[in-house]
């Protein structure tokens, strides 16, 4: 998830490589942006990160929601500016969980079909391995469904859809208040500008 306050783009765009975009219209304060020019272009990445950490504490809402075995997904959402995706007068965070810390991340967001029986340790999540494939390599994610059949314990009474919880986007409800944090930073910059 991203977001953008954008002095040339007509609004706040939520944007992200494993999530919904959103866009929140920021249109009545382009014009003020227009009138004041350059004297506030510097706001837009304190705005940008006012909207970005109020999407950012809800996001962390939302996995607390969850509940947790390890923790492991809490502890990999993170915000981070990006200089890559940002230009003069957009400036771009990025909101997402760390996908190595916690590669479960997407089956929790999105849901996914769980065919074999698992357990729970101190590690969290396991998949049981058929006794007899015990000590082997374990399939791989291109491989076949038969090779995955034959490694895997299936789940008794077969395989069975585990919604998702979609925590990153289920954010976007708290979007009128990000852009309500910008603004209140551009209109701080603006007031500053104006008085001084």
Known sequence: MSVAPSRRGGGLVLTGRNTVDIGVDLSGLDDLLQEWGDAVEGATRPAAQAAAQVLYDRVETNVAAIGYVTGNLRQSIYQAFSATHSSDGIATYH??????????????????????????????????????????????????????????????????????????????????????????????????????
Do not use: C, M
């Open 95 to 196: 909101i997402s969980w760390n996908h190595k810390k916690a590669p479960h991340g997407h089956l929790l967001e999105n849901g996914h079909w769980q065919r074999y029986a698992v357990r729970i340790t101190e590690d969290g999540w396991r998949t049981l391995v058929r006794p007899e494939k015990q000590g082997t390599k374990k399939p791989g994610r291109r491989a076949s469904q038969a090779e995955k059949d034959a490694y895997y314990v299936p789940r008794p009474g077969g395989p069975v859809y585990i919604p998702g919880k979609a925590f990153l986007r289920r954010a976007s409800v708290v979007a009128p208040q990000a852009t309500h944090a910008a603004r209140e930073v551009l209109l701080a910059a603006i007031a500053e500008v104006s008085n001084g």
